[in-house]
């Protein structure tokens, strides 16, 4: 016990009214948000010195089943109800994409309430709108859910990396398609086989579109860069590839490698510029990023002092988001009770290095006519273009040889010109997906 306060030593004492939280949303992450703060506001106040309460709760649908037990009244289907009113002192926004959301999150900033978001379409396009309208505010806006779901990782950047100079940061931040890719190099499995499972698991969206084409990593990327890099990047600044293109020949060839296939989201800062993508990647089994396994998601920073650093969980799922959120939520009621908010810093315009522009080196494979020449007329195209090949094998001979090469670094631009005039060559039969390596 201390004597002065009259608390138990490491719990805080409850010197400030409740705060009541509006929520808009009550679906899979709203409704765990809710149960957590019903069935442990005790627990948390004590721990933190916060009393939270849920003031209301804005649906669709009243007559929906949930698993939540509040009193019918905290319900309404007027989420601009929740927002405009004295009693409530926070807006947890868990109804995701642009509109309505952004309305009701710009609304809430403007009138002083502070703003919690897991919604990654909202600040991936519209952040800066946002960011601005929390500055004018002076109240916080806070989307630690918005980018690998449980995994502090906004924070850490936004707080313990302040001033790092951060290089490059590569992330595994799409569950279905981290799974999907363990099954088919760990089983061998069929994609589409493993797509089913995924979403039968409940992780992969019910259209799985914005999951495998690189979408859903594309809006977390433009987040981590703008964040990484105090620069403005929106998700229509990223360039994307997803795995649907990807073989078990692929993964079959990078395990032969000793690499794994990941698909990462990259954001590098060089120059000046900054280069932000989403693309399938070879990565060496020994690198951090190549144990992450099944649905979890990780992100690998590199900083200038801090070196390599790698922050890893689960990125999906009403537990770890909600988790996330209950974090920003008891940081912005911290602030509320204190009459502060967290400054949301400030982000310079960039210029956004092009896919072409870029620069990695690159596994390919093609089947070609098994004759005398074929080899050297393939490889005087890598020369001609500027790429220089690192390492060939022939995998299969007869009629027709599977031939897979590994590059050099070289440029994307180059990358590709080789590839358009490896098409028009008679002696190639099928060219495969273009695979960048990197973490070497
Ligand atoms: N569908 C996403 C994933 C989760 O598979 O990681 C939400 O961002």
């Keep these: 016990m201390n004597p002065l306060t009259g608390t138990v030593e490491g719990m805080q004492s409850e010197s400030h009214s409740p705060v009541r939280v509006g929520l808009l949303g009550c679906g899979t992450v709203g409704g765990a948000l809710a149960r957590i703060i019903d069935a442990d506001a005790d627990r948390i106040a004590a721990r933190t010195g916060v009393r939270l309460e849920i003031a209301g709760i804005a649906v669709r649908n009243l007559s929906a089943d949930r698993d939540v037990s509040f009193p019918e009244e905290v319900f309404t289907r007027e989420p601009q109800a929740l927002v ?12 995701g994409g642009i509109e309505p959301a952004r309305q009701l999150v710009i609304d809430s ?10 919604n990654k379409e909202l600040v991936a396009n519209v952040g800066q709108e946002l960011f601005e309208a929390a500055s004018a505010g002076g109240v916080d806006l806070f989307f630690e859910a918005a980018v690998a779901g449980g995994i502090p990782l906004i924070r850490a950047l936004r707080d313990s990396l302040a001033g ?7 992330g595994i931040v799409n569950g279905t398609t981290n799974f999907i890719l363990t099954k088919m190099t760990e089983e061998g499995a069929e994609y589409s086989d493993v797509l089913a499972e995924a979403q039968s698991l409940g992780f992969a969206e019910a259209d799985p579109t914005a999951d495998v084409e690189g979408g859903d990593a594309a ?3 433009a ?8 620069a403005k990047v929106v998700a229509g600044d990223v360039y994307q590839e997803g795995i649907s293109q990807v073989s078990k020949a692929d993964i079959a060839a990078a395990s032969h490698m000793g690499h794994v296939i990941k698909l990462l989201a990259i954001a590098e800062s060089d120059g000046g510029e900054v280069a932000v993508r989403v693309h399938p990647t070879m990565v060496p089994q020994n690198h951090p990023l190549a144990s992450v396994r099944e649905s979890f998601n990780a ?3 590199e900083g200038a002092e801090v070196g390599d650093l790698m922050l890893y969980g689960r990125g999906a799922g009403g537990g770890p988001t909600a988790s996330a959120m209950l974090g920003d939520l008891i940081s912005a009621a911290r602030n509320l009770q204190q009459g502060v908010a967290g400054d949301m810093g400030s982000f310079s315009e960039v210029a956004i290095r092009a896919i072409d522009e870029t620069t990695s080196a690159f596994y390919l494979q093609l089947d070609v006519e098994d004759q005398p020449g074929v080899l050297a007329a393939v490889a005087s195209v890598f020369g001609k273009h500027g790429v220089s090949i690192r390492s060939m094998e022939q995998q299969g001979q007869g009629a027709t040889a599977h ?3 590994i590059t050099h670094k070289a440029r994307e631009a180059d990358m590709q ?5 490896l098409r028009d060559l008679k002696e190639v039969r099928d060219i495969g997906a273009l695979i960048r390596v990197v973490g070497e």
């Design 84 to 95: 405009g009113s004295p009693d409530v002192d926070i807006i947890v926004e868990t109804i």
């Design 109 to 118: 900033l403007k009138s002083g309430k502070p703003v919690i978001t897991a």
């Design 164 to 170: 790092e100079r951060i290089n490059r940061v590569m």
């Design 219 to 221: 809006a977390k990327a």
């Design 223 to 230: 987040i981590l860069a703008t964040i990484a890099f105090g």
């Design 299 to 301: 992100v690998f920073l």
């Design 403 to 405: 031939l897979v090469f």
């Design 417 to 421: 010109s080789t590839i358009r005039e």
